[in-house]
């Protein structure tokens, strides 16, 4: 039977399930980490797979959320140290990819290999980060739903099935507003990864869908060309949660590129 254990500790609710080398699956804004529960299922079978939701988020919702994207970066360090793992594989999507970028900065030596799935190296511009304080004033007076949607029509493309916008409209929702108005600063404040990305030397992945608006698949072009050991692939008819939208696409890359 393949291990799978829950913990609370002091630190992040994770999931860790299966054996074999490590990866952890770092999960977008506003979701949690059932976002990833096809890939975890299915990755391992061969492999051993942690993934957390972040603090403020999913089952960590009653941590105090963090004021940077280096916290939670620091967040996944420590879960590695927990559970003794010295090296793992990182996939993050979108704010998922952001923390990468963190762990990159912070804890290089951790890294095996990399995957950026639809996310973006740059910072927010002046008008993106007037978004997030937008963003930030309608959680703190309406709630979270309404942020909820007002992000949908970004986060999924025109021809995601009306399922899977319930499911992400669940997911999102159900997000407390401490969490989601921390990591709305947090992500407006984070650095610009672009100078990183030439030190970058392990092997790394960008993926993006060709639909997708908030990391558009220029930008993912570029990260992918300035990645020493990068490469890219682009998923047809996908928007922005490239997973969710198409599951057996996302998946056949990554392994793809895990198992080279
Ligand atoms: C995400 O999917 O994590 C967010 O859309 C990222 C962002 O808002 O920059």
Redesign the pocket.
């Known amino acids: 039977m393949r291990a799978m254990s829950d913990t609370t500790r002091n630190g992040p609710y994770f999931v860790d399930q299966g054996r074999g080398d490590p990866i952890v699956l770092l999960h977008?804004?506003p979701l949690d980490g059932r976002m990833w529960d096809a890939e975890r299922e299915a990755l391992s079978q061969s492999r051993r797979v942690i993934v957390p939701d972040l603090r403020g988020f999913g089952r960590s919702d009653a941590l105090l959320p963090p004021r940077s994207l280096d916290d939670h970066a620091d967040d996944v360090a420590r879960i590695l140290d927990d559970l003794g793992i010295k090296r793992a594989s990182v996939v993050g999507?979108?704010?998922?990819g952001y923390i990468a970028f963190a762990l990159v900065r912070r804890h290089p030596q951790r890294l095996t290999r990399l995957i950026l799935a639809?996310t973006?190296a740059a910072p927010d511009s002046p008008e993106g980060r007037r978004a997030r304080d937008e963003n930030i004033a309608l959680v703190a007076r309406d709630g979270v739903a309404p942020l909820v949607e007002r992000?949908l029509p970004?986060?999924l493309s025109p021809k995601a099935p009306p399922d899977l916008v319930a499911r992400v409209r669940a997911w999102g929702g159900r997000q407390r507003a401490a969490g989601v108005m921390s990591a709305l600063a947090a992500?407006r404040d984070r650095p610009d990864s672009t100078p990183l990305l030439s030190s970058i030397a392990v092997p790394s992945l960008v993926i993006v869908g060709d639909a997708d608006s908030?990391s558009p698949p220029e930008e993912a072009r570029a990260m992918a060309a300035a990645l020493p050991a990068g490469e890219l692939t682009v998923i047809a008819s996908a928007g922005?949660?490239t997973n969710l939208e198409s599951p057996p696409s996302f998946l056949a890359a990554v392994r793809q590129f895990l198992e080279r």
């Not at 999507?93 to 998922?96: A, D, P």
Request: net charge positive.
């Open positions: 977008a804004f999507l979108s704010m998922g639809d973006r992000l970004k986060l992500m908030i922005h949660l």
